[in-house]
């Protein structure tokens, strides 16, 4: 897909505060600080429109960036980080949990971000698992390939598939936001699903 436009819209905290503009959304989910923010800048060939941060679990906000003025990124608050202080963690549950409650149906496609250089947590397997309870089709990204050698990234493709296995659209992808490693094949299912999914 050519990109035309892409821009931010609006940091939402509550459900009131997301924007009513039509089409469907392509929602990121994943830990704190695994590069949810830099995939979204590499995927839309834009730096910095979503912030990046080293520090993880600043944010706590559903962040929704509209594309081509047609289809919505939408960056979910990560989850997995030890520091945010107990009121926020408790309050990401509901959070996200409404929000893919909430959208269902108009989300083309979910793409679960973890890390290429680890095993998938529990809260990975969590993540996917109500993915396929509420039928949100699903792809999992593993990014920071680019920290892998050829052999971590084949071994990181085998981890993945075996440990995050289900009813995603394909096969895990191994990415990279800082060598564009993998966007081409996230492109081809995205392309895919905002062709046939969402609203
Ligand atoms: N080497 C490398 N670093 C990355 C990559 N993606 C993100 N990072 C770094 O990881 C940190 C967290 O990234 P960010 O996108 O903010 O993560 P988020 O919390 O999931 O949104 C930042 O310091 C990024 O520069 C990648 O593909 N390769
Ligand atoms: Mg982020």
Do not use: C
Request: hydrophobic residues 40%; charged residues 25%.
């Amino acid at each position: 897909m050519k990109i035309t436009s892409s821009r931010f819209e609006i940091a939402a905290y509550r459900s009131q505060d997301e924007p009513r503009a039509l089409g469907p959304d392509v929602v990121f989910l994943g830990r704190s600080n695994v590069g949810k923010s830099s995939l979204i800048n590499r995927l839309l060939g834009v730096r910095g429109l979503a912030r990046t941060s080293s520090q993880p679990g600043r944010t706590q906000s559903v962040n929704f960036y509209r594309v081509n003025e047609r289809f919505n990124f939408v960056d979910l608050p990560g989850y997995g980080y030890a520091k945010v202080p107990e009121a926020v963690r408790r309050g990401w549950g509901p959070m996200v949990e409404g929000f893919l409650e909430r959208r269902r149906e108009r989300i083309a496609l979910a793409l679960l971000v973890v890390d290429a250089r680890h095993e998938p947590r529990e809260l990975d397997r969590t993540m996917r698992d109500w993915l396929e309870a509420k039928g949100i089709p699903h792809l999992v990204a593993a990014t920071k390939a680019d920290k892998l050698s050829g052999n971590g990234r084949a071994r990181a493709e085998r981890v993945m598939a075996e440990g995050l296995a289900g009813s995603a659209v394909g096969r895990p992808v191994l990415a990279s936001a800082q060598s564009g490693l993998g966007m081409g094949a996230i492109w081809r299912h995205l392309d895919r699903a905002l062709a046939t999914g969402g609203e």
